[in-house]
């Protein structure tokens, strides 16, 4: 039951989804919801900046091939098998879904849930710390050049490539920089009030989600949507998480990386972000079009969360079977910490 368990986001996600379905913005709220949208990004991006501690970042810094591959998984990986997925095109369903395929294959890993699942299955959480911030912060600049790179990007307010990434770094970058060049004297208000701050970041996907999907359903999502691609998209999200993962496994042991940090490449290198993607959705596409474009990134969220928990539980009783075994053993010691670590 653990397993079918919806992430709390996801509940609120699948509302606002309804909300925005029943009641989208129109008129003179367009405008206004437009503008919040907007100052809740930065107020996003200006908090993930003040959270991230260099210290952290630092103990975590020197596992230069653990986190290479981390970089190669989410910025190659993910994306060849996007081009490969369009490529073989299996079903007749929207040319956005499969342009949210690639989108989704494009983005940096996500921050908290890479790290929590990492140190619940034990493994090893200051390289995850590292590589997952270090992912954030380079998807910045690599996903909008990835979207030029790899899509026909037609945004109704952009004349190019650099004026998408101009508005990247205006919008997502800047507040972000702003707000770790701040942590000096705000560091311990954020320590203090984490629980507020991830509800900030909850309610600028939201507003996000709600925007997009107001003007999706003006221009008649959900008479391009129906059951059977969602169930698809369901089975895509599937069929790409379990690839990535057993890719990523693969070269774990292959490399011969010790059991925490297998654990770090395996839920490091196969996540993504929607507390990225959907903000930066809303500036790389035109406004009709984001709604349909983030299904598949809404879809593979909750798809990650589900699996990956169920694996970090399995990693987690191992690791607890291996520690008691060798405690039988009489050798408690270096086991204790390589499955604790």
Request: charged residues 15%; hydrophobic residues 55%; glycine residues 8%.
């Amino acid at each position: 039951m653990r397993f079918f368990r919806l992430d709390p986001l996801m509940v609120k996600l699948i509302i606002t989804v309804l909300l925005a379905s029943f009641l989208p913005a129109r008129g003179h709220f367009v405008d206004f919801f437009e503008w919040l949208t907007t100052a809740a990004i930065a107020l996003l991006f200006f908090m993930h900046g003040a959270k991230l501690s260099r210290e952290k970042i630092i103990a975590g810094g020197s596992h230069w091939r653990l986190h290479l591959w981390v970089m190669f998984s989410t910025f190659v990986l993910f994306p060849i098998l996007g081009l490969l997925f369009v490529w073989w095109h299996p079903l007749p369903v929207s040319a956005e879904i499969y342009t949210g395929f690639l989108y989704l294959c494009i983005l940096p890993a996500t921050v908290q849930s890479a790290i929590a699942l990492t140190s619940l299955a034990g493994g090893n959480v200051a390289a995850a710390v590292c590589s997952a911030s270090a992912s954030s912060l380079l998807g910045v600049f690599i996903s909008p050049l990835l979207v030029g790179l790899v899509m026909n990007v037609h945004n109704d307010a952009a004349g190019g490539n650099l004026e998408q990434i101009g508005k990247i770094m205006l919008q997502l970058l800047l507040p972000f920089v702003l707000g770790h060049i701040s942590r000096r004297w705000i560091a311990g208000w954020v320590e203090k009030h984490r629980g507020l701050i991830g509800k900030t970041d909850q309610a600028s996907i939201l507003l996000v989600v709600y925007s997009a999907f107001s003007e999706a359903v003006v221009n008649g999502i959900w008479h391009r949507v129906g059951a059977g691609t969602l169930l698809y998209i369901v089975a895509g999200s599937l069929g790409l998480l379990f690839v990535v993962l057993l890719v990523n496994l693969l070269a774990a042991r292959v490399f011969g990386f010790n059991r925490p940090d297998e654990i770090t490449i395996l839920f490091c290198g196969s996540k993504k972000s929607l507390a990225n993607g959907v903000p930066m959705a809303n500036i790389l596409f035109p406004s009709a079009s984001v709604g349909i474009i983030v299904l598949p990134l809404m879809i593979f969220h909750q798809v990650q969360l589900m699996i990956c928990s169920v694996l970090a539980q399995r990693y987690k009783k191992a690791g607890e079977k291996l520690a008691e075994k060798q405690v039988q053993k009489g050798k408690p010691g270096k086991a204790m910490v390589e499955s604790q670590k």
